[in-house]
């Protein structure tokens, strides 16, 4: 069995964490499956790689292969400055329909933390990913854009606003908030989560992210009544009901507090596209930092996985960036194939290399005498571990 994948190694540090995590993805399908199962790798070009070969920050080829694709995985992307786009990364979500950012958070044994107990923190974050703020609908204050759309508001609608503002557009619908929270859902059932938590801000954006909610709720007493049950509707002093999943909803200024204090609590989380952006960084810094955090971006089609981290170009070409991010993103693309095996080959080995104490810069800073090593010798060090 050959499946086909399609990578972009990305900006600043990309190539060298991609030239580090490669073999060790390899190496667990090989170590779990002999030859009968391999991945075929196809290089795609967009960021600064494509700029310099073919004139384009995202060129046609790449586009076109991607809407074909079933899977891919990326390093980190970079917009350099005038060329076009407001961001590669939401560039090609919106371009390609991947509605669901999907990031897995959970501790690793020999990382220290912040918190007290980061084994409590195993959660999975689906984060909207095509709509709310990051359309990037807005117009700088004083321009003759948003004094037309200013005008238009105060004649039109009879919202008093200043001359002199920018304004931005929150846009968000039914249907897309509603495909994000069924495949929240959908994945709680899948992996015997016992609870997907609707994160908003309801209180305050009453027609938006209100609106998030009572979708959500609406979604789940629709499709899903056999299976789940909403958290106000359980049994009087239960906090279950026996084999369904818990809707819940938590306003977000609160959720950032209770995943501090209250972690167990929290499993799958559904969210919008700000909120889901600013929890599951916070998430991630609960148990090491983003340099350890995976996530795949998915359409109905295609899981597009990447690095959740940014491209740290004053790190680019000296060896000592974290290649995890990516590696742990190829484990969820292994799962996501069903190669069960070689992606918790990679899990166990991870466990292994971090209680060996030899890690990367970054995660050395969170750990009592770690030897610090490079990222070829860290990729190097899971690669044994396998």
Same mark, same amino acid.
Not at 50 to 78: D, M, R, W
Not at 223 to 230: G, H, R, T
Not at 284 to 293: C, E, K, S, T
Not at 312 to 322: H, R
């Given at each position: 069995?050959?499946?086909?994948?399609?990578?972009?190694?990305?900006?600043?540090?990309?190539?060298?964490?991609?030239?580090?995590?490669?073999?060790?993805?390899?190496?667990?399908?090989?170590?779990?499956?002999?030859?009968?199962?391999?991945?075929?790798?196809?290089?795609?070009?967009?960021?600064?790689?494509?700029?310099?070969?073919?004139?384009?920050?995202?060129?046609?080829?790449?586009?076109?292969?991607?809407?074909?694709?079933?899977?891919?995985?990326?390093?980190?992307?970079?917009?350099?400055?005038?060329?076009?786009?407001?961001?590669?990364?939401?560039?090609?979500?919106?371009?390609?329909?991947?509605?669901?950012?999907?990031?897995?958070?959970?501790?690793?044994?020999?990382?220290?933390?912040?918190?007290?107990?980061?084994?409590?923190?195993?959660? #999975? $974050?689906?984060?909207? @990913?095509?709509?709310?703020? =990051?359309?990037?609908?807005?117009? +700088? /204050?004083?321009?003759?854009?948003?004094?037309?759309?200013?005008?238009?508001?105060?004649?039109?609608?009879?919202?008093?606003?200043?001359?002199?503002?920018?304004?931005?557009?929150?846009?968000?619908?039914?249907?897309?908030?509603?495909?994000?929270?069924?495949?929240?859902?959908?994945?709680?059932?899948?992996?015997?989560?016992?609870?997907?938590?609707?994160?908003?801000?309801?209180?305050?954006?009453?027609?938006?992210?209100?609106?998030?909610?009572?979708?959500?709720?609406?979604?789940?007493?629709?499709?899903?009544?056999?299976?789940?049950?909403?958290?106000?509707?359980?049994?009087?002093?239960?906090?279950?009901?026996?084999?369904?999943?818990?809707?819940?909803?938590?306003?977000?200024?609160?959720?950032?507090?209770?995943?501090?204090?209250?972690?167990?609590?929290?499993? #799958? $989380?559904?969210?919008? @596209?700000?909120?889901?952006? =600013?929890?599951?960084?916070?998430? +991630? /810094?609960?148990?090491?930092?983003?340099?350890?955090?995976?996530?795949?971006?998915?359409?109905?089609?295609?899981?597009?996985?990447?690095?959740?981290?940014?491209?740290?170009?004053?790190?680019?070409?000296?060896?000592?960036?974290?290649?995890?991010?990516?590696?742990?993103?190829?484990?969820?693309?292994?799962?996501?194939?069903?190669?069960?095996?070689?992606?918790?080959?990679?899990?166990?080995?991870?466990?292994?290399?971090?209680?060996?104490?030899?890690?990367?810069?970054?995660?050395?800073?969170?750990?009592?005498?770690?030897?610090?090593?490079?990222?070829?010798?860290?990729?190097?060090?899971?690669?044994?571990?396998?």
């Amino acid at each position: 069995m050959q499946e086909l994948v399609y990578f972009i190694e990305g900006d600043g540090t990309g190539p060298e964490i991609w030239a580090a995590a490669k073999p060790v993805l390899d190496a667990a399908v090989e170590k779990s499956y002999g030859q009968d199962r391999r991945i075929e790798w196809r290089e795609l070009l967009a960021g600064e790689k494509a700029l310099a070969e073919t004139g384009e920050l995202l060129p046609k080829e790449t586009l076109t292969s991607l809407q074909n694709a079933k899977l891919a995985i990326k390093g980190p992307l970079s917009t350099p400055v005038g060329g076009g786009f407001r961001s590669l990364n939401v560039t090609l979500r919106q371009v390609l329909d991947l509605y669901a950012c999907i990031r897995p958070v959970k501790h690793y044994q020999g990382i220290e933390s912040p918190v007290k107990h980061p084994e409590r923190v195993d959660m #999975v $974050i689906f984060r909207e @990913n095509t709509e709310d703020l =990051y359309t990037g609908i807005e117009f +700088a /204050a004083d321009t003759p854009e948003s004094r037309k759309l200013i005008k238009f508001l105060r004649d039109e609608m009879g919202v008093n606003l200043s001359e002199n503002m920018a304004l931005g557009i929150k846009p968000m619908s039914k249907n897309g908030s509603q495909r994000l929270i069924r495949k929240a859902i959908q994945y709680a059932l899948d992996k015997k989560r016992d609870s997907v938590a609707l994160m908003h801000k309801g209180n305050i954006m009453k027609y938006t992210e209100g609106a998030f909610r009572e979708w959500g709720y609406e979604l789940a007493a629709e499709e899903f009544a056999d299976s789940c049950v909403a958290e106000k509707d359980l049994p009087a002093g239960t906090l279950k009901e026996a084999g369904k999943v818990i809707i819940k909803d938590r306003i977000a200024d609160y959720l950032f507090q209770a995943v501090l204090t209250r972690a167990s609590e929290f499993s #799958v $989380i559904a969210a919008p @596209n700000l909120n889901g952006d =600013y929890i599951s960084d916070a998430l +991630a /810094a609960q148990v090491g930092g983003l340099g350890i955090a995976p996530g795949v971006n998915m359409s109905d089609s295609l899981a597009f996985f990447e690095a959740t981290h940014g491209t740290a170009p004053k790190m680019a070409g000296k060896n000592s960036a974290n290649p995890s991010s990516v590696i742990l993103s190829g484990a969820m693309l292994l799962e996501h194939l069903g190669w069960d095996e070689a992606a918790g080959r990679i899990h166990q080995a991870m466990n292994t290399v971090l209680a060996g104490r030899k890690v990367t810069t970054d995660l050395a800073r969170l750990m009592d005498n770690a030897t610090t090593v490079g990222c070829k010798e860290f990729g190097e060090l899971l690669g044994a571990a396998l």
